[in-house]
Each structure stands twice: as C-alpha cells, then as structure tokens.
C-alpha cells in the first residue's frame, strides 16, 4: 500500500499508524477512507442501465397489450403479474446496481410504471388491423364497446353473468384503476431495498 505523508511535518508514515512516528501529530486518513469507500460501494446508474431497464418495461408492455386486445383483461391478475414481473427482470440485469437503485426506487418505479403503460397502449393498438388504441378505449369508456373479462370473474352464477358481457363505463375506469395501483404498488415494493449496512 502507498504511504501517507505527515501533513504537519511531511515525512513519511504507515497507513496504519494514528499518530505521525516522527513528530507525534494526528494522521488523516481522509484519502484511503474515501478510496476503500468507493471501491466496496456497488456501481451507480448509468444512461445505458437506464435504458437497458426501460426497454424491458416496455417489451413486457407491448407483449401485455397485446394479450389484453386478444385474449382479455385479467383484473387484479395482471398488475400483480406485471407488478412482479418487471422488478425481478430489472433485478436480474441489475446485479451491480442494486444498491443504487434502492436510492431512486420511487423514481425508478414511476419510470417504468409509465414505460409499461405507453408501451401497453401500442401493444394495444398493433393488435388491431387498424392502430387506434385511445379511440378504442374512449369507445369502451362510452359504453360503445367493451373489454373481456377473465379471471375471478369468469367463477359462474350470478358474477359470470354480470360480467360476461365485459366491461365498459365508470365500472372499467374504476377496476382498471385498482389494476394499476395494484401494479404499482408491486412494482415499488418488488424494488431492491437500501442494506443500510455501516462499512467499517
């Protein structure tokens, strides 16, 4: 290891040493403290990490609106699915960064929450022979049309039949707003958490 110098007298002393062996002042080590610092300290976030991390919120969002057009909406099913899905894959690719993710874990959920969401409305739209995914929600909004529904309401009697027909209106709003939060709210708790451990 390099040797530190006495700022008091400059000759030279040994990193561990507390006290200057020639002229007995106190050591600073302010320099090898903030090297071993930064060299145990897991990688900040970077611009291609960033985009590396959005990309995979936006795939899973293509591949959802996709579904959602043809197959049909799973309420709560699919914001807890997506909730999980798009942390663990972000964790995944994230190995040397989880440390400063944990630092920007709202900001970052908020990223790919809204990532998800633009790429859920093209999904949406590549799936129909025409691209109009916001003309094909306000349809449902207005009650023009509406949008499957599986999963717990797909369970018989009197729940099937209320909601075989699908959904549409204020009810749609309300369930897919519930869907959201859910998602959300997986997304932020599923990010890596601060380890908060003092280093020595």
């Not at 561990?16 to 080590?29: I, R």
């Not at 909730?83 to 440390?99: D, H, M, S």
């Amino acid at each position: 290891m390099k040797s530190l110098k006495c700022i008091t007298c400059g000759k030279p002393a040994k990193p561990d040493d507390k006290f200057c062996q020639h002229c007995g002042a106190p050591l600073k080590k302010i320099a090898p403290n903030l090297k071993a610092k930064t060299a145990n300290e897991s990688k900040g976030i970077v611009f291609f990490d960033l985009a590396k991390w959005i990309l995979i919120s936006l795939i899973v969002g293509l591949v959802v609106g996709w579904i959602r057009y043809w197959i049909g909406y799973y309420i709560l099913i699919q914001g807890v699915l997506v909730g999980l899905l798009i942390p663990w894959l972000v964790k995944k690719t994230a190995q040397e960064q989880k440390e400063a993710l944990a630092n920007v874990r709202f900001k970052m959920a908020n990223v790919l929450f809204f990532s998800f969401m633009i790429a859920q409305a093209i999904g949406f739209g590549l799936a129909q022979p025409v691209f109009d995914p916001f003309n094909w929600l306000a349809r449902v909004w207005d009650g023009q049309t509406s949008e499957s529904v599986f999963g717990i309401f797909s369970t018989g009697g009197v729940v099937h039949e209320t909601f075989s027909g699908g959904l549409s209106g204020g009810f749609w709003v309300l369930l897919s707003f519930i869907d959201l939060f859910f998602m959300f709210f997986f997304i932020l708790v599923s990010m890596p958490l601060a380890t908060n451990k003092k280093r020595s």
